[in-house]
């Protein structure tokens, strides 16, 4: 019930492609969404979030898509750009338990 | 400003010492995690402190590991005995305040265990 599944494991996007990266949930206690973005030898790092009163956010070129009923949210970043290759993590908060991540997917994004 | 800082940036050390783990927080932040992140896996939570509530140890993988947060600030996260598998980069995060604000991570400690 704690758990946030993370798909795919791995992303190979061309330069300026679209790259897609999806969780699901099934804890409905969940109200807030995070994105978290980790470079090698770095820590993770906000990348945008999203809350369930909306079915989508945007920030520049990345985008959250939730969809509530489905209990699935989606990572969308547009113009892919070699400097964008990292790995990505999903994750979930109620409030009242420890942040739940995915378990993050590498993008890497060939010139 | 400064963020959450974490020391050593790399530890080695021998199968069955006990090593200390450093994490300065942000200041002002009530909310202070540990994470365990192995080569290329996900996050793993072992500790969260919250303001002066008993900590949520959870996720301590054994009693080999423990944590203290003193004054509500500093954190160290020691880990007894050590095992070849405790090898990980250990994540320190601190919280404005608990629920749903924004997490932030320091550069982490890569510990390798010989």
């Known amino acids: 019930q704690q758990q946030v599944k993370q798909s795919p494991q791995s992303l190979i996007v061309q330069k300026g492609g679209i790259s897609i990266i999806n969780c699901a949930y099934e804890?409905?206690?969940?109200?807030?969404f995070p994105w978290y973005q980790q470079f090698p030898g770095k820590g993770p790092a906000l990348l945008i979030a999203i809350r369930p009163d909306v079915s989508e956010k945007k920030e520049g070129r990345f985008t959250i898509s939730f969809n509530k009923s489905a209990k699935q949210f989606s990572l969308h970043i547009m113009d892919s750009q070699p400097g964008d290759s990292a790995t990505y993590f999903c994750a979930a908060d109620s409030g009242n338990t420890p942040l739940v991540f995915g378990k993050g997917t590498r993008l890497s994004v060939i010139a | 400003g400064a963020g959450v800082s974490q020391s050593p940036s790399n530890k080695v050390t021998e199968k069955g010492k006990d090593v200390e783990l450093r994490c300065d927080p942000i200041s002002g932040h009530t909310a202070l995690y540990w994470y365990r992140q192995s080569l290329g896996q996900g996050l793993e939570f072992l500790i969260y402190f919250q303001g002066n509530s008993a900590p949520d140890k959870s996720g301590l993988p054994s009693d080999r590991f423990s944590a203290e947060r003193t004054g509500g600030s500093v954190s160290t996260l020691t880990i007894q005995r050590t095992q070849q598998e405790d090898s990980a980069v250990y994540l320190c995060?601190?919280?404005?305040?608990?629920?749903?604000?924004?997490?932030?991570f320091g550069p982490g400690t890569r510990l390798t265990v010989t």
């Open positions: 804890n409905t206690a969940f109200d807030y």
């Open positions: 995060a601190s919280q404005q305040s608990r629920g749903n604000y924004e997490q932030y």
